[in-house]
């Protein structure tokens, strides 16, 4: 039995969002070119329905955070790093991309197709409810609860304690300089 072969990237075959294949269409993000000034409105909606309808054949759903988080650092954090920030591959020459701003479906068909020096997850090795999770991991860390205040771009608790530490440090001078005029 040979392999199928299509044109559906990684991101196509996980796409339910009508309005972002429109979206994509219209604009043209990263390598594709923009269609709007070739197709017509009707055209593109026909051209969405398909890839939503037809092309998209990875079901994307809600999955389990912490059993996501589990099998990220499992599978995914040697390479993208647990903050999902990406970072080099000295065995390949070349660094994984940062998850930061990756699409939902990206993320899922990546795992199904493994894009350059990925490797592709099949469903022998992760299920379909496996990859929803950690889709659904990847979703949180990008946009995690911040009640603490400014995040300082996630860069960790000892920056985030040193730039608190300088802040107090200048207010601090500040007053005391404040003071010292007064009483001169």
Not at 12 to 31: K, M, R, Y
């Amino acid at each position: 039995m040979s392999a199928r072969i299509t044109i559906a990237g990684p991101n196509l075959q996980a796409e339910h969002n009508h309005g972002d294949v429109l979206a994509a269409i219209e604009t043209g993000p990263s390598h594709m070119p923009a269609f709007a000034r070739v197709l017509s409105v009707a055209d593109m909606k026909a051209v969405a329905d398909y890839v939503t309808q037809k092309i998209a054949v990875m079901p994307l759903k809600e999955g389990d955070l912490s059993g996501g988080g589990e099998l990220y650092r499992e599978y995914c954090a040697t390479c993208h790093r647990t903050a999902v920030r990406g970072g080099a591959l000295a065995f390949v020459g070349t660094n994984a991309p940062a998850l930061t701003d990756k699409s939902a479906a990206l993320v899922a068909g990546a795992i199904r197709w493994g894009p350059g020096p990925m490797p592709k997850f099949d469903k022998s090795v992760l299920s379909d409810d496996q990859v929803d999770a950690i889709v659904t991991y990847v979703k949180y860390v990008q946009h995690p609860a911040s009640p603490g205040g400014n995040t300082l771009h996630w860069y960790g608790p000892v920056a985030e304690g040193f730039a608190a530490f300088a802040v107090i440090f200048f207010l601090g001078g500040i007053t005391i300089w404040i003071e010292k005029g007064q009483k001169g």
